[in-house]
């Protein structure tokens, strides 16, 4: 199984992100959730997911920083980004 975090600042959006599939029919496991950048760094650190999906706006780490993290510290870790946003 893969291991997945999904990182956003709304709660009912990373619900909806995890409840809208059924991850482990396709070889996936949700091992955590972050409402933040920097929540999301310590969880990666401890639970060293395949996959990270996350927002780009956030408070205090927002997603474009936490992929630069990703990216410099564990390439090994594909980052999935969704947003709203038109910018």
Known sequence: MLKVIVVDD???VRIGIISCICWEEY????????????KAIELIENLKP???????K???KDGLE????IHDNHSEIKAIVLSCYND
């Open 27 to 38: 070889g996936f496991e949700i091992v955590g959730q972050a409402e933040d950048g920097e």
């Open 58 to 60: 956030m408070p205090k």
């Open 66 to 69: 936490l992929i630069k993290y």
């Open 10 to 12: 709304e709660v009912l």
């Open 50 to 56: 395949d996959i990270v999906i996350t927002d780009i």
